[in-house]
Nanobody, 129 residues
Framework: QVQLVESGGGLVQAGGSLRLSCAASGRTFSRYATGWFRQAPGKERDFVAT????????FYADSVKGRFTISRDYAKNTVYLQMNSLKPEDTAVYYC??????????????????????WGQGTQVTVSS
């Protein structure tokens, strides 16, 4: 069984930064992509960013472009989300997700959470104004 464990969430003032980590453990598997989604209270789970392991290609939601950066570390089996210039509207639970079958179709379906096979438990990010 594969487990994804997020960490790095917390409380930060507007304009501040946080770095989230997503570490994979358990049975290894070939991953096409790992992404981040977020969900605010009473709202749907929204796409934030995705990275493809083999190519390093990245995709971002328009709302975070220029402020967030996703990256991967093969040796640590970990994906990071560096979040800068945080805004109160970034407040949400952030989830890590992995596509192991290629369902995200090389970027065409990265925003669809149903295309991801494994999910972490989430980490809370709160940005105060």
């Amino acid at each position: 069984q594969v487990q994804l464990v997020e960490s790095g969430g917390g409380l930060v003032q507007a304009g501040g930064s946080l770095r989230l980590s997503c570490a994979a453990s358990g049975r290894t598997f070939s991953r096409y992509a790992t992404g981040w989604f977020r969900q605010a209270p009473g709202k749907e789970r929204d796409f934030v960013a995705t990275i493809y392991w083999s190519t390093g290609n990245t995709f971002y939601a328009d709302s975070v472009k220029g402020r967030f950066t996703i990256s991967r570390d093969y040796a640590k089996n970990t994906v990071y989300l560096q979040m800068n210039s945080l805004k109160p509207e970034d407040t949400a639970v952030y989830y890590c997700a992995a596509d192991k079958t290629g369902s995200t179709d090389y970027g065409l379906r990265v925003e669809d959470p149903s295309q991801y096979d494994y999910w972490g438990q989430g980490t809370q990010v709160t940005v105060s104004s």
